[in-house]
């Protein structure tokens, strides 16, 4: 077993048209271990697992995933890494046009030669995992979200990915249905020896999940630690997002001219 | 006044500059569709697939349109023709019309309307649900997956569907030709066998057709790729797909038209 980490992030700046996402990241994400990166919406979250999976290129700075600097690789070398991860996207990103069964067999039927009949045996075993091989048969559009989610959890480990990131696991999801993600999110990484990145913003769930947090704000990290320390910490802005209050270091009010100007107060009292 | 000038001059610099652009942007990712077509050939039921979606459910229009058209043309041919005694040439009529004309043009344009939009929209919302990013997340090229297939479907139907218009258009200006009015049936077709040219007629249609087909589905597929991933955006771009195929099927007619029949009699 190798002790290196399986994704490191160093000096990661990210800009789009000009306007700074990410600037200075620094991340160690070691194998088997369950990360949770946290941050208000629209701080460049999605953004980071972007640039993991080679999607986007960084401004300057690297992020290597096992040992592989991701964005100097050809695109033969990016692919055949990508075969070894998986994103779970926010809402599923099932495929429309094939079933559930389908949908969890893609994987095997584009990368595989694997026969038919162990396909159909590997296909089942992923979908008895997250508690839907009786719904094998179904399309996506029959599923409700939180069963969606759980077909693209399964699909996300067709492959037994040694990395797989997810992409809000949590959002839109109902209480029984997120305790249910949470659980399998937790209870896949340990059985299948894999690491998980989560972006996510509901602070209750992964907290109880995850083995360490990072928090983003304006795209430098605030925050970071075990759940236990972050849940300890006196940082003003992990304790503005796990309190969830409405004024703090992330003010209320969108950056305004003074009130009172924008009213013309000054000019009537003058 | 001057800086006015230059305003404007400037914003048409940019209108094409952008539309040179996005034309070199088009022609590359129609050589990459070609590049990557590799995948889709060696899985031919990737395309039968498409085929079914893009050629079989057009079919029902395709025939309807057809046979409607070709009965239209038998009235109004009938109707001319008569005047001048001529109207045992109304199967001629009926059958040079569509096959060098309207077969190909009509079908292009009800192929661009129900195939082609539906081709965009099946792209666009595949891109904006994710489903593209996350099959290139999966290590699987969308273009040669999702793109190529069903471009060689669209190409490949086009010319079926043309031809049975043409075939479909022939049965219905003899229904009303000579079912109907009651023109000779012999003269309806042996006319019509000894006018229409294997070569100059037919074969210039089949080309138009092939034509057709490719810039139609060129258009479907590389508008749905690049639409963007929002209501709106899948909107703008299936009319986009519409729009810009009809401007294009007219175009190509009679670029193609003034090369093929030029001088001939």
Redesign the interface.
Known sequence: MTTNPLVEIKDLNFSYDERAILKGINMTMPRGKVIAIMGGSGCGKTTLLRLI?G?VAPSSGYVKVDNQIVHELSRNKL??L??K???L???G?????LSVFDNVA??MR??TDLPESVIRDLVFMKLHAVGLRGAHNLMPAELSGGMARRVALARSIALDPMLVMYDEPFAGLDPISLSVIGNLIRRLTDALGMTSILVTHDVHQSLKIVDYVYFISEGVIAAEGTPSEVRESVSPFVHQFIHSEVDGPVPFHYPAEKYATDLNLENRIA | MPRRIVIGIRGIGHRVIDSVWRLGYAARFFSLILLKSGTSMRRFGLIIRELYFTGVLTMVIILVSGLFVGMVLGLQGYETLQKFGAETAVGTLVALSLVRELGPVVAGLLFASRAGSAITA?IG??KA???L?????????PIA?VVAPRFWAGVISMPLLAAMFSAMGVFGGYLVAVVLIGVDEGSFWSQMQSVVDFRFDIVNGIIKTCVFGVAITAIAVFEGYNAPPTAEGVSGATTRTVVTSALVILGLDFVLTSFMFRGVG
């Not at chain 2, 990013?133 to 090229?141: I, T």
């Open positions: 999976g999607v692919f055949s990508r075969r991860m998986s994103m996207f926010q809402f990103a099932l495929f429309t046009d893609f994987q584009e990368h | 099946e919302l595949m649900t994710e489903q990013e996350a099959m290139g997340m999966m290590a699987v090229d997956r």
